[in-house]
């Protein structure tokens, strides 16, 4: 078993490979973001959670529409704000985006060619986070047979709302300003929500419920790395780690979320 050193601003804490999702095992497209870059180094890491743990909310709003009910056998699904998973005997933070917030000042890079997904299944949306450089293609996909319709109101680019009445069809969207958390809703299922986040530059990543995370490709340099999570329930102790990356390096870092003190 090897064993991964996590770097926080106050303290340093030690992490068997259970820490990690097991060797071999590939990633998520939505927790891998970076570059091809064979002189470029990678980070990667884990966001953890401690303290009390939110008690799942079940969207009990599904049960009264027939057909959303009729997508699950059992239990309706939770409400997807906070997404607590695990990593071994860690507790681990589902949906939060991890970036490179410093360091790339006036660096240019190519768009990526490929889309990323944000599907609708379930009368849900998946994932619920996703992440685009500013120019790439967002691929909308309704996998239901039902009506669903995509709203979003922007504060930097451009709003819009349209239906999506046909089981596999798809639209395309295109952001032209970086902007984070861009909501989309649904008018036809008001519980659906997810979160697009707009990037100007292609080092980040998403995490999935295990936790982990990697970018890969990024050019040596000194950089800061900062994450961010949708809900104002969550804090990072630390929400910025500064990294000192060498070419074809790897350096694994760790952040952790807690429940947010609210002053009385």
């Not at 109101?153 to 709302?161: G, M, Q």
């Not at 995490?207 to 804090?235: A, C, M, N, R």
């Amino acid at each position: 078993m090897k064993t991964f050193s996590f770097v926080l601003f106050s303290i340093l804490i030690l992490f068997s490979s259970g820490a990690f999702a097991e060797q071999g095992q590939s990633l998520s497209p939505y927790n891998v973001g970076g570059i091809e870059n064979a002189d470029g180094g990678t980070i990667s890491g884990i966001v953890l959670f401690k303290g009390e743990k939110p008690a799942p909310q079940p969207i009990k709003e599904i049960g009264g529409n027939a057909f959303c009910k009729h997508c699950y056998s059992g239990d309706v699904p939770n409400n997807d704000t906070v997404v607590i998973g695990h990593n071994g005997s860690n507790d681990t933070v589902a949906n939060v985006l991890v970036y490179v917030s410093k360091g790339l000042e006036g660096k240019p890079f190519k768009t990526p060619d490929h889309s990323v997904l944000l599907d609708q299944v379930g009368c849900m949306y998946q994932p619920h986070v996703v992440a685009v450089m500013v120019g790439q293609t967002l691929e909308i996909r309704n996998s239901d047979a039902t009506l669903h319709n995509v709203m979003c109101t922007p504060s930097h680019n451009t709003p819009f709302n349209f239906g999506m009445p046909s089981k596999d069809q798809v639209m395309e969207r295109v952001f032209r300003q970086p902007e984070f958390k861009m909501n989309f809703r649904c008018f036809m299922h008001p519980w659906m929500s997810a979160y697009v986040h707009v990037l100007r530059n292609p080092f980040f990543a998403v995490t999935q419920s295990d936790g982990t995370f990697k970018i890969t490709g990024l050019p040596g340099g000194e950089y800061t790395i900062t994450v961010l999570h949708e809900s104002s329930t969550l804090e990072a102790e630390a929400q910025d780690i500064s990294v000192k990356l060498e070419p074809r390096q790897t350096k694994q870092i760790s952040f952790t979320y807690k429940p947010k003190t609210i002053a009385k």
